[in-house]
């Protein structure tokens, strides 16, 4: 009996058997695995021997398993082989991790395909939803073909959307496009597209059209300005080079607009520099109608801080009700600026820090201001002042 001994190499193992008849030949897997790779005997390199036979009974009572050595036609040599393994070669395990990658990938799969179908059934939910929106805007609807986007950048770009200039039929247009592709979001960009289609005033941008193929890419197409918003303007020219006697006109554009909204049951509810837009040859005129409301005797249900807060109304910022005494006191801020060209509350300093105060701050002394206090005090709760009634 040949037992492998652990401090001889397999190369004089072999030389010191050469021609042996081995009866009983029990070694482990990795000397198998060697002596299994050795060629016919040359140089003491290699095997000489004549046979080797195991017993099977006795193989297994030392726990190992009967495997043929240098396995050819002509020779018949058996071992023992401890710690082998009847299963799977050695090529089989792969097989196994090629099964369970293959497995993982399809779960995967599946449930990207689900997610996707899911999605899919809320797309068509969600096109269904506006599809009666869309419908009352069919008459406004333009071709996509006859619209060109000019230029690699924006003409103005806030938090909710971009306005870039194009042509339509070779006319110059402002393309509002919206960046919230919400069902929400979509749903309230096509409410402004409708109550600027239902608009017709000099003092108010007018509608041109609207383009989608579908409800989440709809674009609105209104009449281009060419000198952009007055905020813009007013921080371009000072206000030396800037008379007065332009913008009375300019004026003239802010208090006929809001005639014209507050006579037609209309809440601007962000009246701002930014929303007048000026023109060399047309007045100012009004923009952005995306929070405007129409009133119920003389006032809107809205969320509060619904807004820009250095032009909101002190009232709108804890009152859930709006009236048009809201858009009244943002045209005051906007004739402030056309006198300073400033930015409402720009230049208010915390002279402990030396930064600008916080919005939070000036809302709250804006609520705590004793001409503020005393209006309320004695204005009548069903009191509510109007365009019209203002400028009279």
Known sequence: MVQRDEHRSVQELCCLCQRCNITSFIIENATFSALNGLQPLENCVGYDVLAATT?????????????PLWNSSKTNYTVCVLHATTGPSPSEPKSYVAVIVGASVCAVLVLMLSVWLFWRRGQHLYFDTLQDDLERLSEWKINPRQLHCIGSRPLASGAYGEVWLGTYNDTKVAIKRSHNKHEVAVRQFISEIQLMAAMRSPYIVQLIGASWRRPIDIECL???MNQGDLRAYLEKHTPYTYPWIEKALVIQGIVFGLVYLHTHGIIHRELKSRNVLLDRTKCAKFSDFGISRHTVQGKTAMTNN???FQWMAPETFTSTD???AADIYAIGVVLSELSTHAVPYQDQVNPDTGRSY???YIMKKSLRAPSYQHLTRRRHPGYAMSGPSVWR
């Open 55 to 67: 017993d099977e009974a006795t193989c297994n009572t030392s726990g190992g398993v009967l495997r």
């Open 222 to 224: 209104v009449e281009y």
């Open 306 to 308: 619904i807004g820009t």
């Open 322 to 324: 709006c009236t048009v």
């Open 358 to 360: 916080t919005q939070h």
